[in-house]
């Protein structure tokens, strides 16, 4: 598991927003966003760590037939959103390769939100 540099983080506005965009190609995406809601979701936020789950759809003007999704958690604190990657996130790695195999690629995001 990566580990981020709290220095890049104020600690003035501590959530953190943890998101993860999938590529997915198009025959799986009905199963891909079943899994989500009814698993993947449900397994993240099951000890209270990662909350307010959002996804959404990316769009691209690439005219592949995969379709990208953006899923977003807000956390209170990295060192929480560290542990709970080493443990929860290490098993929805898992149940996510196990279902799908190397079909769907994910790549994960650290974000903090910034008063406007």
Known sequence: MQRYSKSKFTE??????????FSVPKELQNKFLDFIRNEYIPVSTQNHVMKEPRLTRVFSKDDNEDTSYALEFKSDTIEALEEWNKTVGRKLYFLTTTRF???????????QPIDL
């Open 101 to 111: 195999g190397q079909n769907i690629q994910g790549f994960a995001t650290l974000l």
């Open 12 to 21: 003035k506005d501590k959530i953190i927003i943890y998101n993860t965009t």
